[in-house]
């Protein structure tokens, strides 16, 4: 009984916690949703590219068309041979990085190259990546956030919403919603780098360039950087983007296990308690079934304590990206029931991913394997 409770006792506490602060999140996204920026300063947009992506084209078409009255669209790749043809929309610069740093990802030094390349009126610096199809409010929510005072960067985040979906790539969009959940009102633990933005002036008063020294990750250094200067994250619900991709159980499983590692690595603050909140979500999950077949019925209703308020957290989410994504509303209707149904299951991935991560610096990414390295190691 003892062991029934010490992994039962901590998971019903952290399941009911984790529903804290749920209302002000939405109160925070319907209000981000309805703000209308009063100042639009010029930005620059910037994209790395390498090689092909599914529906490369339409991404970039997206990120040619965004309703902002002045800015850039920068493509940035290592080489000319990054650049598939026939992908690039009639309204973009294209920026050659050549990096030759072994200690920085090429990823790194292409934005590095970008944002030298910037053309000098732009005050404001937003990053997308390649696999995004962005919506044409994208640059208006990333830019709103930065006119508040102590507000460094703002940030949008990924959801994942392939048509026609299949088991693997709604289970990864199930698993990778629990982040998306994390983003709310006040200072937010970090930027995404297919939808984060930066005013020109910070980036250089915060360093980022010195951040982005000997690193793979960009959006986690800047994310530091930005934090270390005093200043805060913002979340744009407005630029959450569309991720069209399809992915296979390989592949799935590759990928959570490298997101996993790159956090472990740049922001174990994070890692850490996801950690042990999964060992402790999963034991309680476990413990309480075994004691359910056993004929134990107090079991049984802990259990459904357990899994409620996760599920209802997961139809929040799915709720709150809905209204940040009308033109996906339809395909909401039709699958948004997987994000409450699925949440035990994508625990599990949790707990898996995260003891993969467990071990190893090493990471494949586009191509390349990478060793990390902790700032300042």
């Not at 994000?339 to 071990?359: G, K, R």
Request: glycine letters at 6%; one cysteine or more; a positive charge.
């Amino acid at each position: 009984m003892f062991w029934y409770w010490f992994f039962v006792g901590p998971a019903l506490l952290l399941a009911f916690l984790s529903l804290r602060g749920e209302w002000k999140r939405a109160a925070y996204v319907a209000g981000r949703l309805s703000e209308s920026p009063d100042s639009l300063p010029p930005a620059s947009v910037i994209v790395p590219v390498k090689g092909e992506d599914e529906g490369l084209r339409e991404n970039l078409a997206s990120l040619a068309s965004l309703d902002y009255p002045d800015y850039e669209l920068i493509v940035v790749a290592h080489s000319a041979a990054d650049i598939p043809a026939g992908v690039l929309p009639h309204r973009v610069r294209i920026v050659l990085a050549h990096g030759d740093d072994p200690n920085t990802g090429e990823k790194v030094q292409n934005l590095a190259a970008a944002v030298r390349a910037a053309r000098k009126s732009s005050q404001i610096l937003a990053f997308a990546d390649s696999d995004g199809r962005v919506t044409r409010r994208w640059l208006r929510a990333l830019a709103a956030p930065l006119a508040e005072p102590d507000v460094g960067a703002s940030t949008g985040y990924r959801w994942f919403a392939p048509e026609p979906p299949t088991f693997w790539t709604l289970l990864r969009s199930v698993w990778d919603a629990v982040v998306f959940g994390r983003l709310g009102p006040g200072a937010n633990s970090f930027a995404w780098g297919g939808a984060m933005a930066i005013r020109k002036e910070t980036f250089f008063e915060a360093r980022v360039f010195e951040y982005w020294k000997n690193t793979v990750s960009d959006d986690y250094a800047l994310s530091a950087a930005v934090r270390a200067a005093g200043l805060t994250i913002a979340f744009a619900p407005g630029a959450l983007t569309p991720c069209l991709e399809q992915i296979t159980a390989r592949r799935f499983f590759s990928w959570i296990r490298r997101q996993m590692i790159l956090t472990r690595v740049y922001e174990a603050r994070l890692w850490w308690p996801a950690l042990i909140a999964h060992v402790f979500y999963c034991g309680g999950m476990a413990a309480s079934v075994a004691a359910s077949i056993r004929g134990n019925r107090l079991a049984e209703w802990a259990l459904i304590a357990q899994l409620s308020p996760g599920m209802l957290k997961g139809l929040n989410r799915a709720t709150l990206a809905k209204a940040a994504l009308p033109e996906c509303e339809a395909w909401f209707r039709r699958h948004a029931w997987v994000y409450a149904i699925w949440v035990p299951l994508a625990t599990w991935v949790w707990l898996i991913a995260l003891v993969a991560s467990v071990f190893g610096n090493t990471i494949e990414w586009r191509g390349y394997r990478y060793d990390l390295k902790r700032r300042g190691s």
